[in-house]
């Protein structure tokens, strides 16, 4: 018992530290601004939009800028830019169907999410014109906007735009294509996960705010969310689908700003290039950003507003439709984030866990525990059969043969578990067991395998000796019970 104790609470200590490595993150001021959705829509799948004023002060006000995010972004993504813009135009920040805020969606087409992006514009200036902003693939929706719109675009910003063919890495492939990893961006847990992708595609990715990093964790541990990814990339990011966006660009007759990041590992310079060449006909505006990567509008909004400021001031200002937009009844309130309501946090990367654990030794015996413990890592909060965790447990066992049952040993197991959510889980432990009247050490290491119809049963087979016992084959089963439902 002396030499179990001090592995006991050493590993809780652990675990307890690593989890409050998980900063906890709350929706912030932004968020005190009302969700509008459109009232009238031509498709079933809708965006949903904030809107922030132009600055006080503005002696007249130009059509509102639309800034579309980019693929698996929320409308926040574009906050920094807006706040930092000084230009006398409205801003609308729009969540894309399937994302951020707006309902999860089946699938759909680029002809759908365009329609859905339109109704967007309906509402907010239903008797003028926008200036459509976009963000990666915010971008290559904005330019395909742009050719369906025609002159109600006024001008047109596109931002690390993938609007001319390039290659993937393999990396990102297996991020958007394949369903092998989300267990393991479980298992790092979603926000360490998150910030290790982050540094990959953006120069000074730790520079993003945590409030970013939390909504996109929230996304990508989503696989409903994930799957609205998927479609995006599918109708828009594919071969054909930067092809369309691409032969978009020859109907623009807009003012156009290219902004690009110069340490763009994901869209590079070499599209910058087609897309100006493309628009030769309305001599683009183009503006570089240094020490930047692909998540520009995160990691340098300043700099962002600073060249959206430089190219709008060139566009003259009209006064604004009247009567406004939601008092023309085109727009309605719904119910969305609100200011401190919680993103992310250890909630969503620590679970408490206890069970029931039956393990037979072959031997016309059964010893029978009670264990809990703690599980980090995480879990898809929409389907809690995907997840990915390292588990401690620890719990005592009760013997029951021919002659009843009594006490036989206190245990302790550490498990690695992997869950998918159609081919099941997978995980294997290792158990310590202490029998504390006569200081008898045993243990055993096991794989195991839960189905996903059934994820809180887990049958396992493994080898090794009980205390006071020869080395054997050990086959059981355990039924837990996953606290995560309130931590939500």
Same mark, same amino acid.
């Given at each position: 018992?002396?030499?179990?104790?001090?592995?006991?609470?050493?590993?809780?200590?652990?675990?307890?530290?690593?989890?409050?490595?998980?900063?906890?993150?709350?929706?912030?001021?932004?968020?005190?601004?009302?969700?509008?959705?459109?009232?009238?829509?031509?498709?079933?799948?809708? #965006?949903? &939009?904030?809107?922030?004023?132009?600055?006080?002060?503005?002696?007249?006000?130009?059509?509102?800028?639309?800034?579309?995010?980019?693929?698996?972004?929320?409308?926040?993504? *574009?906050?920094?830019?807006?706040?930092?813009?000084? #230009?006398?135009?409205?801003?609308?920040?729009?969540?894309?169907?399937?994302?951020?805020?707006?309902?999860?969606?089946?699938?759909?087409?680029?002809?759908?999410?365009?329609?859905?992006?339109?109704?967007?514009?309906?509402?907010?200036?239903?008797?003028?014109?926008?200036?459509?902003?976009?963000?990666?693939?915010?971008? #290559?929706?904005?330019?395909?906007?742009?050719?369906?719109?025609?002159?109600?675009?006024?001008?047109?910003?596109?931002?690390?735009?993938?609007?001319?063919?390039?290659?993937?890495?393999? *990396?990102?492939?297996?991020?958007?294509?394949?369903?092998?990893?989300?267990?393991?961006?479980?298992?790092?847990?979603?926000?360490?996960?998150?910030?290790?992708?982050?540094?990959?595609?953006?120069?000074?990715?730790?520079?993003?705010?945590? @409030?970013?990093?939390?909504?996109?964790?929230?996304?990508?541990?989503?696989?409903?969310?994930?799957?609205?990814?998927?479609?995006?990339?599918?109708?828009?990011?594919?071969?054909?689908?930067?092809?369309?966006?691409?032969?978009?660009?020859?109907?623009?007759?807009?003012?156009?700003?290219?902004? *690009?990041?110069?340490?763009?590992?994901?869209?590079?310079?070499?599209?910058?290039?087609?897309?100006?060449?493309?628009?030769?006909?309305?001599?683009?505006?183009?503006?570089?950003?240094?020490?930047?990567?692909?998540?520009?509008?995160?990691?340098?909004?300043?700099?962002?507003?600073? #060249?959206?400021?430089?190219?709008?001031?060139?566009?003259?200002?009209?006064?604004?439709?009247?009567?406004?937009?939601?008092?023309?009844?085109?727009?309605?309130?719904?119910?969305?984030?609100?200011?401190?309501?919680?993103?992310?946090?250890?909630?969503?990367?620590?679970?408490?866990?206890?069970?029931?654990?039956?393990?037979?030794?072959?031997?016309?015996?059964?010893?029978?525990?009670?264990?809990?413990?703690?599980?980090?890592?995480?879990?898809?909060?929409?389907?809690?059969?995907?997840?990915?965790?390292?588990?401690?447990?620890?719990?005592?066992?009760?013997?029951?043969?021919?002659?009843?049952?009594?006490?036989?040993? @206190?245990?302790?197991?550490?498990?690695?578990?992997?869950? &998918?959510? &159609?081919?099941?889980?997978?995980?294997?432990?290792?158990?310590? @067991?202490?029998?504390?009247?006569?200081?008898?050490?045993?243990?055993?290491?096991?794989?195991?395998?839960?189905?996903?119809?059934?994820? *809180?049963?887990?049958?396992?087979?493994?080898?090794?000796?009980?205390?006071?016992?020869?080395?054997? @084959?050990?086959?059981?089963?355990?039924?837990?019970?996953?606290?995560?439902? &309130?931590?939500?």
């Amino acid at each position: 018992m002396r030499r179990v104790l001090p592995a006991v609470v050493l590993a809780t200590v652990a675990t307890v530290a690593i989890a409050g490595c998980v900063p906890m993150v709350r929706a912030g001021d932004y968020y005190a601004r009302p969700l509008e959705r459109a009232k009238s829509r031509s498709v079933a799948i809708e #965006a949903r &939009w904030r809107r922030e004023p132009a600055p006080a002060g503005c002696a007249a006000t130009g059509a509102p800028i639309v800034f579309v995010p980019a693929l698996g972004l929320t409308q926040h993504s *574009w906050a920094g830019v807006a706040e930092a813009l000084h #230009a006398c135009r409205p801003r609308v920040l729009v969540d894309l169907p399937g994302i951020g805020e707006t309902p999860v969606t089946g699938s759909f087409d680029d002809d759908l999410a365009l329609r859905a992006l339109v109704d967007v514009i309906d509402a907010v200036a239903p008797d003028g014109r926008v200036v459509l902003a976009g963000h990666s693939l915010g971008g #290559a929706i904005a330019a395909r906007l742009a050719e369906r719109l025609g002159t109600r675009v006024e001008a047109l910003v596109l931002v690390a735009a993938p609007v001319a063919p390039f290659t993937l890495n393999r *990396w990102e492939r297996l991020l958007l294509k394949a369903s092998v990893w989300p267990p393991f961006l479980h298992l790092a847990g979603g926000g360490g996960g998150v910030r290790l992708g982050l540094r990959r595609v953006s120069v000074g990715g730790d520079e993003i705010g945590p @409030l970013d990093v939390a909504l996109i964790s929230d996304e990508w541990s989503d696989h409903r969310r994930r799957g609205a990814v998927r479609e995006y990339y599918r109708a828009f990011l594919d071969v054909e689908g930067v092809r369309r966006s691409e032969a978009a660009l020859d109907h623009v007759r807009v003012p156009t700003l290219l902004v *690009w990041a110069a340490d763009d590992s994901l869209v590079p310079g070499s599209v910058l290039v087609a897309a100006e060449k493309r628009l030769r006909a309305v001599s683009p505006s183009v503006e570089v950003i240094p020490g930047a990567g692909h998540l520009v509008t995160l990691s340098n909004p300043a700099a962002v507003a600073g #060249a959206l400021d430089r190219f709008l001031a060139g566009l003259p200002l009209a006064p604004a439709p009247s009567p406004a937009p939601l008092a023309a009844g085109r727009s309605e309130i719904v119910v969305g984030r609100k200011p401190g309501d919680r993103i992310w946090g250890p909630a969503r990367e620590l679970f408490p866990i206890v069970g029931i654990n039956a393990l037979f030794p072959l031997a016309g015996r059964t010893d029978l525990a009670l264990v809990a413990g703690l599980a980090r890592g995480g879990l898809d909060r929409s389907y809690p059969l995907e997840a990915g965790r390292l588990v401690f447990t620890v719990g005592a066992a009760i013997r029951g043969d021919a002659s009843g049952w009594s006490f036989a040993y @206190l245990r302790a197991t550490g498990r690695f578990e992997l869950v &998918w959510r &159609w081919g099941g889980g997978y995980h294997l432990d290792g158990t310590l @067991l202490v029998d504390p009247r006569n200081g008898n050490v045993g243990g055993y290491a096991a794989v195991g395998y839960t189905p996903s119809a059934i994820p *809180w049963v887990r049958a396992f087979v493994g080898g090794g000796a009980l205390p006071g016992d020869g080395t054997r @084959l050990l086959v059981g089963v355990e039924v837990d019970a996953r606290l995560t439902g &309130w931590l939500y």
